[in-house]
């Protein structure tokens, strides 16, 4: 079996349906195995009642983790026009991952959820993908071959760094089926990858 995780943090739901969406994607590849996780909460609980965040009833993962996986796939809001500190701060907890390159050459992907269109949907799928390689990680986007993405009449989340969706400024707007599709679509895409890549090591392994 090849084994992915999605993992992401979320405050409002945008990015946990997203996240839904690309777990249903890897489960339609034979062959793989999906785990749904959401990172800890950093922000205190009054500042969290007050802002009315959700409740979540996803497991949490911790930095160890990762190392179980063939492929991660990362899910954040934009926040301030970059991932979320709550991914940040769990990803600065795996330096012990990064110096045993315990991560290099695991498929990873990224999606996001961004409240306006150019409020840095784009700029958090990329910065995001930073410090995945510098574990040594191999980016998988969101090809062209998802044509949904390339809509020009309506608004649509996602580019071909990643999935997403936008949220709206006060939240309102829910993930569209386009952009389920697109988070659908990033699931099985890098699900395939991950087992090609399985593939080849067992090969090399059996050699
Ligand atoms: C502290 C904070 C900062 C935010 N910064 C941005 C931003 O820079 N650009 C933007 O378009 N939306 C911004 N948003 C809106 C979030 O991107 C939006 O709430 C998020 O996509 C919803 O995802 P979620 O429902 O999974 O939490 C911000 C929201 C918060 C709470």
């Given amino acids: 079996m090849t084994r992915v995780l999605v993992l992401y943090y979320s405050s409002y739901g945008h990015v946990r349906a997203l996240a839904q969406a690309e777990a249903e994607g890897v489960r ?4 793989t195995q999906v785990d749904l996780r959401r990172v800890p909460e950093t922000v205190p ?5 007050k802002a009315g ?5 996803t497991p949490l993962a911790a930095p ?3 190392e179980a996986y063939d492929a991660i796939i990362f899910g954040t ?4 026009g970059m991932m979320a500190g709550q991914m940040k701060s769990f990803l600065d907890q795996a330096g012990g991952l990064w110096a045993r390159n315990a991560l290099v050459g695991k498929v990873a992907a990224v999606f996001a959820s961004t409240g306006s269109q150019h409020g840095g949907h784009e700029a958090t799928l ?5 410090p995945l390689q510098h574990f040594g990680m191999l980016i998988a986007g969101m090809p062209y071959t998802f044509a949904g993405q390339t ?4 608004i649509v989340g996602g580019a071909p760094y990643g999935a997403g969706t936008i949220a709206g400024a006060d939240g309102s707007r829910a993930p569209t089926e386009t952009d389920l599709a697109g988070a659908r679509f990033q699931g099985a895409h890098v699900a395939r990858i991950a087992a090609r890549l399985a593939r080849i090591d067992r090969a090399e392994e059996a050699a």
Avoid: H, K
């Fill in 77 to 80: 809001p934009t926040l301030f």
């Fill in 64 to 66: 160890a983790d990762m």
């Fill in 126 to 130: 990329l910065s995001t993908q930073i």
């Fill in 151 to 154: 809509s020009a009449e309506r």
């Fill in 53 to 57: 965040f959700m409740t979540d009833d």
């Fill in 45 to 49: 609980e009054d500042i969290r009642q």
């Fill in 28 to 31: 339609s590849v034979p062959g």
